[in-house]
Nanobody, 121 residues
């Protein structure tokens, strides 16, 4: 059974930083999603391990960095210059498929329980 366990969420003021962690075995396709109340879950950043490719949604470009530590079996999302609009529950996702990111939420079969990020102005 695949388990993904997120941590690192919290409350921060606008302009601050947080690093989210997700303990998970390496999968070919891994990503971070977020969901604010009343909105659909959206992709934030993805990584294709076997081709060394990272993808970012426009919302996180230049501010967020996704990475994976093989030794620690942990996926990270470094978030800088946080804005109140970044407030959401953040989820780690994984799949062994190919073009997972292209299919959004439907492209990922494994999910963590989420970690809350709250950014105040």
């Amino acid at each position: 059974q695949v388990q993904l366990v997120e941590s690192g969420g919290g409350s921060v003021q606008a302009g601050g930083s947080l690093r989210l962690s997700c303990e998970a075995a390496e999968h070919s396709c891994m990503a971070w999603f977020r969901q604010a109340p009343g909105t659909e879950r959206e992709g934030v950043a993805g990584i294709y391990h076997f081709v060394g490719k990272t993808i970012y949604a426009d919302s996180g470009k230049g501010r967020f960095t996704i990475s994976y530590d093989n030794a620690k079996k942990t996926l990270y999302l470094q978030m800088n210059a946080l804005e109140p609009e970044d407030t959401a529950m953040y989820y780690c996702a994984a799949d062994s498929g190919g073009d997972c990111w292209d299919y959004g939420v439907r492209g990922f079969g494994f999910w963590g329980q989420g970690t809350q990020v709250t950014v105040s102005s």
